[in-house]
């Protein structure tokens, strides 16, 4: 069983950035894929990006993006801290939404259905105001 345990949501201006943080209780946490996810009111659970695992023959370096965050998030994660990132920059009131981290014991190809990965966090919360 992994734990996830995000942090870093908060209040944003719009254009502003915020970053939220991943930390996972795993000692295998390279070989696992990340990724965020987003939930705002009323709507369903919706990718957002997603960091490859490291793996016998692909390279762990491989990022996805949803076409509504390309070019204004970015995720990167730091394997001896088993923690993922996701940088939230050009912020848009549309953001507005709780966001939570998920994790799947990983292969080379990064899912995007919130209902292939396994384990979830708490969920953080990411306000952006205007």
């Known amino acids: 069983q992994v734990q996830l345990v995000e942090s870093g949501g908060g209040l944003g201006q719009v254009g502003g950035s915020l970053r939220l943080s991943c930390t996972a209780s795993?000692?295998?946490?390279?070989?696992?894929?990340m990724a965020w996810f987003r939930q705002a009111p009323g709507a369903g659970r919706e990718f957002v990006a997603a960091?490859?695992?490291?793996?016998?023959?692909?390279?762990?370096?491989?990022?996805e993006y949803a076409d509504s965050v390309k070019g204004r998030f970015t995720i990167s994660r730091d394997n001896a801290k088993n923690t993922v990132y996701l940088m939230l920059d050009s912020l848009k009131p549309e953001d507005t939404a709780l966001y939570y981290c998920?994790?799947?014991?990983?292969?080379?190809?990064?899912?995007?259905?919130?209902?292939?990965?396994?384990?979830w966090g708490q969920g953080t919360q990411v306000t952006v105001s205007s």
């Open positions: 795993t000692r295998t946490f390279n070989t696992y894929t």
């Open positions: 998920a994790a799947d014991r990983g292969g080379p190809t990064i899912p995007r259905g919130a209902n292939e990965y396994p384990y």
């Open positions: 960091s490859q695992s490291s793996g016998p023959s692909w390279s762990g370096l491989t990022t």
